[in-house]
């Protein structure tokens, strides 16, 4: 499975033309909260109608990055990176729904992306080390996926943009990025990502209810280890 080619161009780029700048060399990973927004229309128990978003699904996520210093002795940096994420989310098992937008009651999506976010990150140096804001943009290939029933046995997710698979291979959207790295360089944080791209296919046949646009949003929480070259 390729990885979107010209973020993955950029990821090598920067590494290539960076021999000379500050570089810090981390690997973090940890559970990680995702849900699918805007998964389906239904009452919001109110008595009105809305797009809902579906529960939370608990998975595991984890990269390698590069913090490349842009400029020596200031601290804004540009860190790419190639990981992985689970995402998904898990449907009420008791909805109203007036569009199910393809998905099911009680039911777990889980998918699983490679990534290759790219951020801007400003992480001014301290004696005991140095805290990270950063955010950026990413682009991920849906590799694999699950969908479980309650009470039936598990089955792989369709990936294409057919009416009838269950998700679109490729996604893009927005990341952040809150953490600490420590002197010695452990480090640890938060990350969140939210999907720009719809991820169910585009459903345009006549007679046939059209699909909401439904993104990736993604809570995750890191422990790490990072180090200087």
């Known amino acids: 499975m390729r990885i979107p080619g010209s973020i993955f161009l950029c990821f090598l780029i920067l590494i290539s033309f ?3 700048a500050q570089i810090t060399i981390g690997i973090k990973g940890g559970p990680d909260f995702a849900r699918l927004n805007n998964a389906v229309q239904g009452d919001n128990g109110g008595g ?3 797009q809902l978003s579906s529960g939370t699904l608990t998975q595991f996520y984890g990269s390698v990055f590069a913090d490349i210093s842009l400029d020596s ?7 790419p990176a ?4 689970g995402a998904g989310g898990s449907m009420n098992p008791t909805p109203v729904y007036y569009n199910s937008n393809g998905f099911h009651p009680s039911t777990k ?8 976010p790219v951020e801007f990150v400003y992480s001014p140096r301290f004696d005991w080390g140095r805290p990270v804001v950063g955010a950026g943009f990413y682009s991920g290939v849906l590799v694999s996926g699950t969908i479980k029933s309650q009470g039936s046995p598990s089955r792989p997710v369709l990936i294409g943009d057919k009416s009838n698979d269950d998700f679109q291979r490729l996604d893009f959207g927005y990341t952040f990025t809150l953490g600490l790295i420590t002197k010695p360089g452990f480090l640890f944080g938060i990350d969140y990502q939210h999907g720009f791209s ?3 296919p585009d459903v345009s046949e006549q007679g046939v209810q059209p699909r909401l646009p439904t993104h990736n949003s993604v809570w995750a929480v890191h422990l790490g280890w990072a180090f200087k070259l």
């Open 198 to 200: 719809r991820i169910v």
């Open 18 to 20: 960076s021999t000379r």
């Open 109 to 116: 999506y889980a998918l699983q992306y490679i990534e290759v």
């Open 82 to 85: 190639v990981g992985y994420i």
């Open 48 to 50: 009105s109608i809305s």
């Open 73 to 79: 002795g200031r601290p804004f940096y540009i860190r």
